[in-house]
């Protein structure tokens, strides 16, 4: 795992993104599993001023959804779908037919799930993953538990994931949410891990630690050869 320091926000979005643009030098098709929340808003907002200079270069761009809150429709605020949709999907450009995930309000959750399983089986791999991280140590909605999921699930979310900034103001929070698993995340050729705000020093001090345990799945990422982990020093 390569760490790097950032002195703020914009300098770890700047580097973030410059991964991204770097990848689609190399690959015009590049797929991407991008998350949501705060830490990838910036990454997001430059990839949107570079499309304004040179919008050619994410015209292959596809992208796949991390996760997604059950039970809110797309067009939600608070929903993953709206908020790719706003930082992502309309600045770049990206069409439909380069855009998949997990519907927000499925009528079968389980059969969602093994849809979007379905996908990244046929795709093989996912060449660059974004991820940041939870307070309590999770990446996606792989919450800490006694073992973790390897494919894509519906999970049962944490206490510490209901006070989400996204779901924190609703009176009526999601109650479970739908994510690619662990294995599905260590599959991909190439991991971003953002880490940035507060509240998340005690998961971040477990993953310097090294020590690998379910009860803080971000650790799981040492399993991996191929990890930028960018850190905002405060």
């Keep these: 795992m390569k760490i ?4 703020n926000y914009e300098q ?4 973030a993104a410059n991964i991204v643009l ?3 030098v190399k690959k ?7 998350p949501t929340g705060n830490s990838p808003t910036g990454m997001y907002q430059s990839l949107a ?19 997604e809150w059950g039970g809110l429709s797309a067009d939600h605020p608070g929903s993953c779908d709206y908020y790719l949709q706003k930082y992502l999907l309309g600045p770049l450009k990206i069409s439909r037919d380069r855009y998949a995930g997990f519907k927000p309000n499925p009528e079968d959750a389980e059969k969602e799930c093994e849809r979007v399983r379905q996908i990244i089986h046929h795709e ?13 140590g999770h990446i996606g909605f792989n919450e800490p538990a006694g073992f973790l999921q390897p494919y894509c699930h519906v999970a049962q979310l944490s206490e510490e994931s209901k006070k989400h900034g996204m779901v924190e103001g609703m009176e009526q929070k999601p109650e479970y949410g739908m994510t690619l698993g662990m294995k599905d995340i260590l599959s991909a050729k190439r991991i971003v891990l953002l880490i940035y705000g507060k509240g ?7 993953l310097l630690s090294k020590k690998i345990t379910p009860q803080f799945p971000v650790t799981f990422l040492w399993l991996h050869a191929n990890i930028d982990c960018l850190v905002v020093q405060d």
């Design 4 to 7: 790097q320091s950032c002195k």
């Design 12 to 15: 770890m979005s700047a580097m």
């Design 22 to 24: 770097a990848e689609l």
């Design 28 to 34: 015009k098709t590049l797929l991407l599993c991008a």
């Design 49 to 67: 001023q570079t499309y304004l200079q040179e919008p050619e270069i994410f015209n292959a761009l596809r992208v796949l959804k991390l996760d």
């Design 124 to 136: 093989a791999s996912i060449d660059l993953c974004i991820l940041g991280l939870g307070k309590n």
């Design 200 to 206: 998340k020093e005690k998961a971040a001090s477990m």
